[in-house]
């Protein structure tokens, strides 16, 4: 069974969740970083995928799930660790190049060979402002993602939206996470120093 205290706690505890001053890829700042680059051992993998496949198991559920997709590069290694961590049926995995590989197998592509109407999750890290996810559909044109699950919603606005809320309403592909930066805000209240939790109630307007 899914839970997310236990997924926050696995955030702090493999060194995702950083404290300090940031400045993230869309230029703004923040108190706070997500670095999934930090979950490197065995152990660790293990653990991802086996979060990863409760949380999808208890909301969307692998039927009609064809393989999974992570884009370059974070996510290839969640895509195979949820793949792994998936106990039920074999689940291949699709992964994409961000330049062509022009010798042996070349192309932009390896692992899973998809075919035109097959349906798949793609999975990354986390949610900001959802350029990465419209680029990374263009790269399965002709399949179907049923879903875009994520380890952490950054709930980044854009106007009355979240950039989740946007990027459905742009693509049709419903988002889903693993926690919440408000849900994560909440949790986190005795497993940090005080001046880290006020850092991130004061990001998130709490």
């Not at 999934?36 to 979060?51: K, P």
């Not at 496949?53 to 009609?64: A, D, K, P, V």
């Not at 402002?129 to 380890?151: E, H, P």
Request: charged fraction near 20%.
């Amino acid at each position: 069974m899914y839970n997310q205290k236990d997924w926050v706690g696995y955030l702090i505890r493999c060194g995702v969740l950083k404290f300090g001053q940031f400045t993230l890829k869309d230029g703004s700042s923040s108190p706070f970083f997500l670095d999934f680059g930090s979950i490197c051992t065995g152990q660790a993998f293990r653990e991802l995928g086996i979060f990863f496949c409760q949380r999808i198991e208890e909301t969307l559920g692998f039927q009609g799930v064809d393989f999974l997709y992570g884009p370059p590069y974070k996510a290839t290694v969640m895509a195979a660790a949820t793949a792994m961590g998936l106990t039920t049926r074999e689940m291949p995995c699709f992964f994409s190049r961000k330049e062509a590989k022009d010798h042996g197998e070349r192309g932009m592509s390896f692992g899973f060979r998809p075919e035109p109407g097959h349906s798949y999750l793609m999975l990354d890290d986390v949610m900001s402002s959802g350029a990465t996810k419209i680029a990374a559909l263009s790269v399965l044109k002709q399949q179907r993602c049923r879903a875009v699950v994520v380890g952490v919603d950054r709930q980044h606005r854009q106007g009355s939206q979240t950039a989740a809320e946007a990027f459905t309403a742009e693509t049709g592909v419903p988002v889903l996470s693993l926690v919440t930066l408000s849900e994560l805000t909440e949790l986190v209240q005795d497993m940090v120093p005080e001046d880290q939790h006020r850092a991130l109630r004061e990001f998130c307007g709490a």
